[in-house]
């Protein structure tokens, strides 16, 4: 009995014209294809986050204000409570990447060293409350990540669809510091 190659062509024929259905893949970490950065600014305050050396002596009341500038800028302004009760802050610039509306760089560097591209981070907002309620920021490396709500409380199942998200989207979330009496 011969071998029929035909069968066999076809099925990698098949293979080839007709792929199997792609698996189902983790949604792409991207920032927001549309961000309004007036809607936008204003104070938000921190829910959760992953670890990051410049929050190392943050423990609670941590906020961030962005004020847009007359530039095209926005200022960012971070701050938080210590362990011993001192409110600190620290004042950086954010401009936007042409281009992609939910994407910033961000720098907390001083300005004569805004020339150096190492100074500068990528902040993408990767998703947005269509009230502006809440957002979840994070970057390309899946290093960072912060979930922000306009009120100090977050709802619990908000937070857990978020978190949620995060981790289809690759984010250590198992590291996230929860922002005490945030919800």
Known sequence: MRSQPLPILTVLLAFLLFPMAATAQ?????????????????TWHQVAHLPMF????????????????ADGSIEVRNACTRKDGKRIESIGVAEPVP???GSLRVRFAPDWLGWLPFTWAPYWVIDVDPDYRWAMVGGPDRKYLW???RDPRMDPARYEALVEQAQQLGYPVEELIREPGAG
């Open 147 to 149: 979930i922000l709500s």
């Open 99 to 101: 281009g992609a509306p």
């Open 26 to 42: 983790p949604p792409r970490n991207m920032p927001v294809p549309v961000l309004d950065l007036q809607r936008y600014s204003g």
């Open 54 to 69: 410049f929050q190392r002596n943050c423990v609670r009341d941590t906020t961030a204000t962005y004020t847009p500038q």
